[in-house]
């Protein structure tokens, strides 16, 4: 299985932008990125995925670099709800629906 | 999208016994996940529960000890049997994203502690 590479921790203000790396250098051409986040005693919810192109939606935008070998989870505007284990998973066809979830990130957000 | 609903939310057991966790969903789905999430831990597969047939298990994971049932399209339970301390954690149930490109949906997870 493709891995990916998360920081542990981040810190953020209230309101500010956030940017959440990932590195997947062993992503092939058909995975996917997926990003889910936890909130605490939450199951894990989904944010947004990709293949090649950045995607935007209401949650969040996802930037994929040119050679995918690495992604950008950006929360426009963070606020204290969006405090969460975020996730970066690849999602390859053979693997029947499974999600492989790495460590994340933990995201804190100062007010 | 899917609702999903788990019970117990959570529950303290003895060590010995054996915790049956249910998960109903409220749309017809082919395949189920169970997972699991040590204290401060990621989340584990354990399974894929298919309707109609046996579950698939994970590495290190062994039907002995967390047997599953799939009686319908809409309904699993995952028993965690002769249970331990080191089986305390948060068992999820998980629908949906099958197609690379599709979401998948979880329960809020039953918060198991083995005294």
């Known amino acids: 299985d493709a891995k990916t590479t998360q920081p542990n921790s981040m810190e953020s203000n209230e309101e500010e932008p956030v940017h959440l790396p990932c590195n997947h250098s062993t992503i092939s051409g058909t995975d996917y990125i997926h990003w889910y986040r936890q909130l605490p005693s939450q199951g894990p919810e989904y944010v947004i995925h990709g293949l090649t192109s950045n995607v935007n939606n209401r949650m969040a935008s996802l930037a994929i670099a040119e050679d995918r070998k690495s992604s950008t989870l950006i929360l426009h505007r963070a606020t204290l709800r969006d405090a969460a284990v975020y996730y970066c998973?690849?999602?390859?066809?053979?693997?029947?629906?499974?999600?492989?979830f790495g460590q994340g990130t933990e995201l804190s957000v100062k007010p | 999208s899917a609702v999903i609903s788990q019970k117990p939310s959570r529950d303290i057991c003895q060590r010995g016994t054996s915790l049956t966790i249910q998960c109903q969903v409220d749309?017809?789905?082919?395949?189920m996940f169970w997972y699991r999430q040590q204290p401060g831990q990621s989340l584990t597969l354990i399974a894929t529960a298919n309707q109609g047939s046996e579950a698939t298990y994970e590495s290190g994971f062994v039907i002995d000890k967390f047997p599953i049932s799939r009686p319908n399209l809409t309904f699993s339970t995952l028993t965690v049997s002769n249970m331990s301390p080191e089986d305390s954690s948060i068992y999820l149930c998980?629908?949906?994203?099958?197609?690379?490109?599709?979401?998948?949906?979880f329960g809020q997870g039953t918060r198991l502690t083995v005294v």
């Open positions: 998973i690849l999602r390859a066809y053979n693997q029947g629906g499974k999600l492989i």
């Open positions: 998980s629908v949906g994203g099958l197609f690379m490109n599709t979401e998948a949906f």
């Open positions: 749309s017809q789905v082919t395949m």
